[in-house]
């Protein structure tokens, strides 16, 4: 242990610095290797490229592995329905076997699904669900443009509402 207070003295501050910043640097780097991406990179300094460097690095691996993660579970997802839909199956089984397994596979809390039935009178009419529960004074049949259902279904587009105010209308819905 020197101890001076001259330019030497100095040196071996920088240089008792410069290992501990390689310790560190070392170890994020082994919990990068090992997988770990969210460890938050210490970067001592803005000319610390190194520090930098395995911030980027962490940064787009942990980027890449949501992607991969994403692109597995469509994949998988795909995999799965296309099981549940091959064989013999009349529309009603088709339509079971897909509501029951997309509504549970995207957390969904409810699933329903309807049939565009036309005719004089074009209709969407339910014919599958999931964990629904049918009741008898509810309308499970829209016309095109009629409650939510029928207008997502006459724009060809999702509606989503999320906490209406309490005063504001009723609101019918087929999920």
Known sequence: ??????????????????????????????????????????????QGQVGQALSEMTQKLRAA??????QDWLKSGQAQLNNRLSG???????????????????EAQVGAFYLLETGPETRLKIIATHAYTWRKHVTHE????????????LERKTIVITE???????????L
Do not use: C, H, R
């Not at 070392?26 to 210490?42: S, W």
């Not at 592995?65 to 994403?70: F, I, M, V």
């Not at 199956?89 to 079971?96: D, M, P, R, V």
């Open 65 to 70: 592995t949501a992607k991969n993660a994403q």
């Open 1 to 46: 242990k020197y101890q001076g207070a001259d330019e030497i003295a100095d040196i071996i501050w920088s240089l008792q610095q410069l290992k501990v910043g390689m310790k560190n640097t070392i170890e994020q780097a082994n919990a990068i290797a090992a997988g770990n991406y969210d460890l938050k990179v210490t970067v001592l300094s803005k």
């Open 88 to 106: 013999e199956q009349n529309i009603i089984q088709l339509a079971e076997n897909v509501i029951n397994f997309l509504t549970p596979y995207l």
């Open 142 to 153: 829209f016309k095109l443009g009629d409650g939510v259902v029928g207008q997502a279904a």
């Open 164 to 174: 209406p105010p309490a005063e504001y209308i009723y609101i019918q819905t087929g």
